[in-house]
């Protein structure tokens, strides 16, 4: 089962690491992971999507929340929160197909954020299954790189992310 | 004020009611040492190894209830103490641990001893710090105490750069702690209490299974209460040894691997288990699937994450076991006063009729047998303000089995890490915290020589403690196994071959080394050494090929226990 899971944390050296630690011991892989500060600049927000059945995920969501610099721990469900991921394609873009590539762009919403002779750089944002689709998309034409943040995630409505 | 960060370390420490560090100095732990040096209020003690200095800090916490002070040098010092820090993580034991470190801008250069301890010691500890502020020194210092000794205590490391112990700062008297993340659980919830004392009224045949939590929590009494309220049947772990009187007529000993039989049988044929500050560790379920199938489980823990962890829980409560049973307690009398006694009568009988059938005993043949020298080092220290400590292997099982631990915090042996060499130091840390108390550590031959040459430690302090080596030369516990379940190929646990003289040893440490070799010569041999105001090295040459009985093979349920001593057998493989 995939989770993504949204931890608060203080914004300190070593708290990376200490997450980490809980998942690399038991051998679960993190699948993304994107850390950033929150509205507060003292704490940061972890969300971190791995790949692991729901009862060891529970034992390390109560590891983590013991934690000292750890807040608070929850385990996002897909329906119940906002999920978006940016990512960027270096793609191969000859003039013979540079217009096509650009179609693609378009229909996704996506954007062109560099150009050369015959590469285009695309920024996309959104869903997971949208940064999948685009990639999709895009694979025909040659992609060259890829840079992807790892997926961020807010609780939907008043709700706060806990 | 202005003083050095070492100055202001050793000030805080003071302020914390520090009195005692187990240490081992290096260079760049000099700074700190030189001002402890100073110091009125704390007694620095030198071991002769680092591993020493974190298992007597553990086992001083352990006999105290404070909070156990290790300090050691970068490098090699800092990597001596991690088997100490893990020991203490894995028993919930209060402790703080200090090491020097490099200076902060040769971090992570490969400098002269430098160790990453705080990444080496990530999952062994409950917290840690790397200073890259000495100003914060108090801060920290105060936070390390508290999360150390509150909630479910555990070990916590400070790493300090060398540079930071000799920066000058202005003293901060009157720091304060900032841990938002940091909030343990006190008080259990109120209507898991009552549905628990109600569950607990509807019982049948209800057992209460207590563990190192009780300990920690200081709870024993309230435990003992609860017990003499419902008059329930208490088991407790290895950790859990003095939560209630072993002579009570309520208590069943210790259960699980090698627990009692009755208590064994007790848990597996309860209806409702009642465990408080108790982890179902492996030892002491056995097989999961088959592990108390009929029972419904209240669970009392401070720590949330045990909660669920190993088995379904009913009635989980999240709590300080001493806050928690009180209000049980409260709530248990309430309603007895209006629900009429349950039928117990049946449960008890049984029992006690499993007591009978399966005491705790074994077959003596004039030899010298481990399990008489631990029961005669009980009888003796029985009526004294004693404490035991043990060694890791069959010593340590005999000692749980025939030793009657009669109050908290007088039981002190390495549960959840089980290591080798805990013995003395231990012995050194107790009798450090409790100076009037007789100690006496129940050794291996392996586990001893582990750590031998800390009796210099006992030497240069005058601890009188009382070191008795069951002297089997063998790896006993290991060897069992052997002959259980390895075709009886005894690789690498005979010790006969550099065997050391235990008496020369004594000796050379100024230590009383009495050997005793017959059943006769047992008890007048510990009245000497209790006597005695020297540490003591009393070496029992016991019958060597012994098992530790009864015994839960591993990977098997409780119930398919191996009940009986065979005779004692004389002549191994050797
Ligand atoms: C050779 C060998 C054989 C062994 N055989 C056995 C055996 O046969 N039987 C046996 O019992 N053990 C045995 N052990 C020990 C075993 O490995 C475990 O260490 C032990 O069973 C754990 O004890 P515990 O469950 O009481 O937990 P502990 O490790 O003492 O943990 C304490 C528990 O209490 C909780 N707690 C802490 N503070 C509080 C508080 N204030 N309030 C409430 N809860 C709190 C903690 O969260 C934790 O869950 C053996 C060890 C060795 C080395
Ligand atoms: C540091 C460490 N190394 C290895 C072990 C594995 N081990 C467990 S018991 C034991 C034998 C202990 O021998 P001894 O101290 O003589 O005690 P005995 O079992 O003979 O009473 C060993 C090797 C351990 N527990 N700790
Ligand atoms: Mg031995």
Redesign the pocket.
Known sequence: MRHTVSALVENKPGVLVRIAGLFARRGFNIESLAVGQTEKPSISRMTIVVDVADRPLEQVSKQLNKLINVLKVSDLKASEAVERELSLFKVSAKPETRAEVIEIVDIFRAKIVDASRDELIIEATGTEDKIAAIENMLAPYGIREMSRTGKIALARGGKKTE | MKMTGAKALVKSLEKEGVKHIFGYPGGRLISVHHELHESKKIQHLLMRHEQVAAHAADAYARATGKVGVCMATSGPGATNLV?GIANAYMDSIPMVAITAQVGSMDIGTDAFQEADITGITLPIVKHSYLVKDATEIPRIVKEAFFIASTGRPGPVLIDLPSDMSMSQIEYDENAEMNLPGYKPTFKGHARQVKTAAKMILASLQPVIYAGGGVILSNAASELTNLAHITRIPVTVTLMGKGAIPETDELSLGMLGMHGTAYANHAISNSDLIIAIGARFDDRVTGKLSTFAPNAKIIHIDVDPAEIGKNVKVDVPIVGDAKQVLTELNKQLAEDMAKVKPLPWAAWHDQIVAWKKKHPLAYKSNGDLL?QYVIEQIYEATKNLDAVITT??????M?AAQFVKTLKPRTFISSGG?????FGVPSALGAQVGRPDAVVFDI????????VSQDMATAAAYDLPVNICI???Q???????WQELFWDKRYAY?D?TPGMPDFMKLAEAYGAEGIRITKPEEVRPAIERAIKSKKPCILEFVILGEQGVFPMVPPGKGLQDMIYDQPEPKKGGAK
């Open positions: 088997t481990p060694g890791v292997g069959q010593h340590q005999w890490l089980g290591t080798m060499g050794d291996g031959d392996g586990s001893f020589q582990m069951l002297n089997n063998w790896l006993g516990m290991v060897r069992q646990t010790l």
